[in-house]
């Protein structure tokens, strides 16, 4: 089978990340896989290279410059009647854009496959905003002519099917993988990560998360304070940066927890840091998926997190995780930290059912087999 996807970089993020790992094994079960992306740093080329899949890069300095995207537009055209794949599958904004309207304008012989990994529209940017000009004519149109639609969560297929009546498509939840290779790729040992932990008991919280208003790292702080009353032998590693890190580095020192808390703008290997610590703390507003919450299943670390949008399809409260109540208080996410900090028969439980639940739930093979059905049943 030919398969052609179409993203807006190869940066590492959620969905390039799923992307590799999907075109990966696809090409490992003879497919003929190509990749056609626009934007950043090429983080996955060298990687995609090294599986025998060839990715091509048709520049694109920002999202609104036409004249490119108007000769991107022409490149993928030109591509796509050349190679004459059977699948097209786009991820992301402009891609379903771009490959609407050369299914649409020109109506080529293909399967046109959308995945949806975030829980917006084309043009409200993030989750939340509400802004009036949404892009809501555009989702129906590409949601007309896609052969199918798949969601990355239970969340996102909500938030699309409360305003998009889709009697005709064919839709899909598929979720993401992750394998024993995951960490494989760029590894990059720092050792000064090693002398983060003070002594051997030290108690550490740690979140990775881009620093906005969605990700509530606010709450997080006024826990973790809460937290410091009765332990003062603990720190908090925040990995991430963003427009809120001045206001959440203001709310710390108002706190006096500043010299609690370690601020890391971005880290290239992040087993590492999940290895140092001792509970993985996502405390967001919402989430499409929240792929971190896997990789802290799979590094065998117990999460705390809340019980709403999809973290609550990926964290079951007493089972695999605490799950926090919509409303919580500062009171109960430090009770929560403290269970996991002195009950180990609790923390040894939740973190083994997390294990489980990861291998049937959230495996690269499952999430290969159910898109390989849908380009056939499409």
Same mark, same amino acid.
């Given at each position: 089978?030919?398969?052609?996807?179409?993203?807006?970089?190869?940066?590492?993020?959620?969905?390039?990340?799923?992307?590799?790992?999907?075109?990966? +094994?696809?090409?490992?079960? %003879? &497919?003929?896989? *190509?990749?056609?992306? $626009? /934007?950043?740093?090429?983080?996955?080329? =060298?990687?995609?290279?090294?599986?025998?899949?060839?990715?091509?890069?048709?520049?694109?300095?920002n999202n609104y410059n036409l004249i490119q995207i108007f000769i991107i537009f022409f490149k993928i055209l030109k591509l796509i009647r050349?190679?004459?794949?059977?699948?097209?599958?786009?991820?992301?904004?402009?891609?379903?854009?771009?490959?609407?309207?050369?299914?649409?304008?020109?109506?080529?012989?293909?399967?046109?496959?959308?995945?949806?990994?975030?829980?917006?529209?084309?043009?409200?940017?993030?989750?939340?905003?509400?802004?009036?000009?949404?892009?809501?004519?555009?989702?129906?149109?590409?949601?007309?002519?896609?052969?199918? +639609?798949?969601?990355?969560? %239970? &969340?996102?297929? *909500?938030?699309?099917? $409360? /305003?998009?009546?889709?009697?005709?498509? =064919?839709?899909?939840?598929?979720?993401?993988?992750?394998?024993?290779?995951?960490?494989?790729?760029?590894?990059?040992?720092?050792?000064?990560?090693?002398?983060?932990?003070?002594?051997?008991?030290?108690?550490?919280?740690?979140?990775?998360?881009?620093?906005?208003?969605q990700k509530r790292i606010d709450l997080l702080l006024l826990g973790f304070n809460e937290f410091l009353k009765g332990n003062s032998n603990t720190k908090l590693i925040?990995?991430?940066?963003?427009?809120?890190?001045?206001?959440?580095?203001?709310?710390?020192?108002?706190?006096?927890?500043?010299?609690?808390?370690?601020?890391?703008?971005?880290?290239?290997?992040?087993?590492?840091?999940?290895?140092?610590?001792?509970?993985?703390?996502?405390?967001?507003?919402?989430?499409?998926?929240?792929?971190?919450?896997?990789?802290?299943?799979?590094?065998?670390?117990?999460?705390?997190?809340?019980?709403?949008?999809?973290?609550?399809?990926?964290?079951?409260?007493?089972?695999?995780?605490?799950?926090?109540?919509?409303?919580?208080?500062?009171?109960?996410?430090?009770?929560?930290?403290?269970?996991?900090?002195?009950?180990?028969?609790?923390?040894?439980?939740?973190?083994?059912?997390?294990?489980?639940?990861?291998?049937?739930?959230?495996?690269?093979?499952?999430?290969?087999?159910?898109?390989?059905?849908?380009?056939?049943?499409?």
């Amino acid at each position: 089978m030919k398969i052609l996807h179409v993203i807006t970089s190869l940066n590492k993020g959620g969905a390039e990340n799923h992307l590799f790992r999907l075109a990966t +094994i696809q090409a490992q079960k %003879k &497919n003929d896989v *190509k990749i056609i992306f $626009f /934007k950043g740093n090429s983080y996955w080329k =060298k990687y995609l290279k090294k599986n025998k899949i060839n990715s091509i890069k048709f520049s694109l300095l920002n999202n609104y410059n036409l004249i490119q995207i108007f000769i991107i537009f022409f490149k993928i055209l030109k591509l796509i009647r050349k190679e004459k794949p059977d699948i097209v599958h786009a991820h992301l904004a402009l891609p379903e854009i771009l490959i609407f309207l050369v299914k649409f304008l020109y109506n080529l012989d293909f399967k046109f496959i959308v995945t949806k990994h975030l829980d917006s529209f084309i043009l409200e940017g993030s989750y939340g905003q509400n802004k009036h000009l949404n892009g809501i004519f555009i989702e129906k149109m590409i949601f007309k002519y896609a052969n199918h +639609i798949i969601f990355i969560s %239970k &969340n996102v297929k *909500k938030y699309f099917s $409360f /305003k998009i009546k889709n009697s005709k498509n =064919k839709t899909s939840i598929i979720y993401y993988g992750i394998d024993r290779f995951y960490f494989n790729y760029g590894s990059i040992i720092n050792n000064k990560l090693k002398n983060l932990r003070d002594n051997k008991k030290q108690f550490i919280v740690l979140n990775i998360a881009r620093h906005i208003p969605q990700k509530r790292i606010d709450l997080l702080l006024l826990g973790f304070n809460e937290f410091l009353k009765g332990n003062s032998n603990t720190k908090l590693i925040l990995v991430g940066s963003g427009p809120d890190t001045k206001k959440l580095k203001l709310l710390s020192a108002n706190l006096r927890i500043t010299k609690k808390i370690i601020w890391i703008d971005y880290a290239e290997n992040i087993k590492e840091l999940f290895n140092i610590s001792d509970v993985f703390c996502l405390t967001s507003e919402y989430e499409g998926l929240g792929l971190v919450l896997l990789e802290s299943l799979y590094l065998k670390k117990p999460i705390i997190t809340v019980k709403k949008s999809a973290m609550n399809e990926i964290i079951k409260d007493s089972y695999n995780g605490i799950s926090l109540k919509n409303n919580f208080t500062s009171k109960d996410l430090s009770n929560c930290l403290t269970k996991l900090k002195i009950d180990k028969i609790f923390r040894n439980r939740i973190v083994k059912n997390g294990k489980t639940e990861l291998k049937y739930k959230f495996s690269v093979e499952k999430m290969y087999n159910q898109t390989q059905q849908i380009y056939i049943n499409s």
